[in-house]
């Protein structure tokens, strides 16, 4: 690790001050920008931790939609009671994220923030079509994630809080790649009051829509339809620890599995 | 015995809990890195970011100039002092001389591989010692480079080290060409196969960590985490920084695991040493974990096209076997040993083959050398023999456990000389394997299969029987036992403990001979200036320095009693001896055994004993393993796997079951997800870090899961009756997982594919066969 300077604000304006005026970086639970730091691959001048700030804590619930503070630690909301009623997949995506540690760690708000292409957060603020509300602005996720580790945040933009609109139904299937346990394909299946959605994670370059398995849905919400939807492997990754068509076979496959899923949660 | 008095003794046989766990389990451990002197430096490695190059130039100044830096060091700086290199095997069985470039501790001239230490900055702190690290600037003129086998046996591949032909840094050849010929042309069937052992990294909790210092008496003292100090000693004294080896003492503290891996000297560790023997300050050096992956052993990485013949009722009639074995960029001392001299020892395993022709082939390629790993050369050999027979019986239509019965080598012909002139001692093969079937319930396998089918899962029966070899090729061991006038009976040896509770077994050798609690024996380990031996490798520890402690224990309790006959005036033979007394028969007169040592002018009896076992052990076992694949996913699950394990006497039962289900679970490891893989391409290696090495993890044991011994096969080697254990797991598990998914595939109509499975059977490798393949 290189020298950084370390500052702890309370509050929102006073963090986005600090970011702007240090050209600094924003630490929330650190489950990856610390471990960067660590190996000298990252080298902020300034960490500007967010986790003093109460207004980017809790969990509530506002009309159709469950806001969750991007300070919340997957932990939390793994254990949230009001996450767990509402959606419940949500709940089991956060408790599935790393270990124990990094639960207890790591933020929605880092983990969105961040946008790692394997990562399971991103993959659920999209299949969920939540909006992501920042200290300036709220996008929806569509809007909010770019490229590979990009973003739509600005200098000194911070997420505050995701509102995720309930869905009739959801799931959420990993299947880890062995080594980082992060996914090497994950799939969020939403049954929402808009439609089916269908987000895909690992697979390639950034998160996406499977577009054929929401149609396929759209007409039958069971898991042989999204079992049968062949996934063209073009724009997936290929990599140490599979190529592009097994990853396109796997997210029809946990697709389906993220489907039987919904229907055991909420039959 | 179920005697009360008997509670706290934990002789031998018995389940005695650990001594260390519970220091260890509480924080209290002190490896290496928890050695903090005065004044410690700490030590940075700069390393190449080239497979292959020249060093054109290396420019020190700015980094030598930064603040709390002690000294920035270069090979070449090295090689001016006189620092030599680590020594490999001088002679190969035939009396060639390996070909290799000298390993040195700091590359000299030319890297030969990514992660290559090539400068060593020595600073105040970690972070001061980065940073001059990386203001160090060198000059390279990258070269042509081969990372695998193929490639640098290749017509025209780059030639790697000066007269290595075809890159060939040594070979063997054993066996009988000519008759094997005949065999093979005389064969009803012949069944070949091209077997991969791939590449994998030991990967120990604590990586490497070495500590050095010189002492007033101008002496240098290395404490790391090892196994074999002694040997260290000398690869350190007499090779590196060639000095009398009496002024060098290396001590040993915990070690977070060793699996062979710590055997030897790293060139960092030399590196360390002469820094610290030079500046006259202590200098440290913790490996990062990216740091054991590029620069620690690894291990295997072997390709071999064996063939099998058999008659038409399935007898083995020979096996050919033509191994090429990567040894890295550096032909070390066990990178030649392990795969060509080591691993064919157990070519012909547990079966009576009548011929053999064998060639081995060590071949230099720009990667990390390759070094010993649980198992260490039998895991490649068994693992051929054993997808032979497998094949052998699903081609030819015979049933596999039949196969086997038919070709096994019986009792009736121990002691047996195999092909390659060893000699097994015990063995009763064919038992063994009936044991292993009735604990795994073979012929309950059906029904299971049939519940597997029903939840859309294809179930796979694996086995595997095998013997290994474990003694670590020399049978001495040297140790000290001093019975103290404190009341402890303090002993040494030279052997290492890395986390496999050595201690508490050799503690109990000791309370079995003299009869006292286990807590009153102190075991000292790890201290060159205490004593030499040969150390822990080879699974040998217990049989050669166990049986040293217990014939020492003897000959000390003997003097004992001479002292005692003397004190109470009676003849040797008219005391008996119980729980620390002597006593004269059919009286209350005696005398308690360190009131005994009380009365000597010495205060103690102290003895050091040096004994030989008589060979080798030969440990067996049946491995049984069932998976189940998902179609769907081509994820393979160990759903069952149990082992019967002869493994002689046992002293302590919950340590032996720990050593077995460790390394089968390393075993499973290696079958089903590790690979250390470099990229052909660039040399880069892919897998540097636990986010792309897939590691074994715990929860592989939940499942039915259950390895058993059987103790009523004395080793006749040793008066112990003895035998190794700590490599059994890792040689059974391979074969018994991969014959396993075989087996699967089989049933599943895949029976084509079952010849060309490859390790590690990764989801997508096996998706791809049930997908894709027709039969």
Redesign the interface.
Known sequence: MYEVDYRRPTSIEAAAHLLASTGGRPLAGGQTLVSAMKLRLAQPGTLVDLGAIPELRGIRREGDTIVIGASMRHAEVAASEEVNRAIPALARLAGGIGDRQVRNMGTMGGSVANYDPAACYPCGVLGLGGMVRTNRRAMPAEAFFRGMYETALEEGELITAIAFPIPRRAGYIKFKQEASRFALVGVFVADTHGGVRVAVTGAGAGIFRATAIERALSASFTPEAAKAVKVSPEGLSSDLHADAEYRAHLVSVMAGRAVAQALEVAP | MSDLSNIGRFGIGQAAPRTEDDRLLRGRGEYTDDVVPDGQLRAVFLRSPYPHARIVAIDTAVAAAMPGVARVITGAELVAAGVGHIPTLPKMPDGSIPITPDCRVLAFERVRFVGEAVVLVVAETL?QG??AAEAVSVEYEELPHVVTLEAATAPGAPQLCEGADRNIAAQTRYGDKARCASAFAAAAHVVKLDVVNQRVAPLTIEPRSVIAWTTADGRLTVRMANQKPSGLRYELADHILRVPRDRVRITIGDVGGGFGLKTHIHPEDGAVAWAAWNLKRPVKWIADR?EEFLSAVHARDQRAQAELALDRDGRILGLRVRTLANTGAYASWVGLNIPLIVGPMVGTSVYHVPVIDYHFQGVLTNTMSIGPYRGAGRPESVFIIERLVEEAARQMGIDRVELRRRNFIRPEQMPYTTPMKDVYDVGQFERIMDEGLALADWKGFEARAAQSKARGRLRGLGIATFVEWAGGLTWTERVTVEVRADGVIEVFAAVNQMGQGIATTLAQTVVQVFDVPLDKVRVVLGDTDRGDGHGSAGSRSMFTAGSAMHRGSESALRQARQLASQALEVAPDDLEYADARFKVKGSDVGIGLFELVRRQPEQRIYLEHSSAVAGPSWPNGCHVSEVEIDP???VTRVVRYSSVNDIGTVVNPTIVRGQLDGAVLQGIGQAL?EHV?YDPESGQL??GS??????PRADLMACDFINETNQTIPCKNNHLGVKGVGELGTIGAMPAIVNAVADALARAGKAAAAPRLQMPL???KL??IL?KETT
């Open positions: 972070q980065r940073d990216s769907d996913t081509g997800m893989v892919l897998t636990l986010m792309d090495y897939a590691a990764t989801p997508p998706w791809k997908s």
